[in-house]
């Protein structure tokens, strides 16, 4: 299984960017998907995931300015990012697994290789 993201680039604060995650050989309404972000120093954390059933969950960090979406014809993964801050540079993951349920919560499967974003002032 591979995760393939894109759409991240250097943004200015306040801004907006929407990431895309193209997975091959999985269907994403099949699985549980979520992005997660790592920045400079820090641990990686989950902040968006999209279940089996439609059941979106936020890190509180992002709730009310990231959107995770599915698109099932494209079967692609979205993350709408809008009231960009600095503090939200990072590398960005998509991730998949097969368990449904549990949103952010327990490991994921499959991983993609990441988009870098960068929010300046």
């Known amino acids: 299984v591979k995760l393939a993201e894109s759409g991240g680039g250097s943004v200015e604060a306040g801004g907006s960017l929407r990431l895309s995650c193209a997975p091959s050989?999985?269907?994403?309404?099949?699985?549980?998907m979520a992005w997660f972000r790592q920045a400079p120093g820090k641990e990686r954390e989950g902040i968006a995931s999209l279940d089996c059933d439609g059941t979106t969950s936020y890190a509180d960090s992002v709730k009310g300015r990231f959107t995770i979406s599915k698109d099932s014809a494209e079967n692609t993964l979205f993350l709408e990012i809008n009231g960009l801050k600095l503090e939200d540079t990072a590398i960005y993951y998509c991730?998949?697994?097969?368990?449904?349920?549990?949103?952010?919560?327990?490991?994921?499967?499959?991983w993609g290789q990441g988009t870098q974003v960068t929010v300046s002032s």
């Open positions: 050989t999985l269907t994403i309404g099949r699985y549980s």
């Open positions: 991730a998949a697994r097969y368990v449904c349920g549990y949103g952010l919560r327990f490991s994921y499967d499959y």
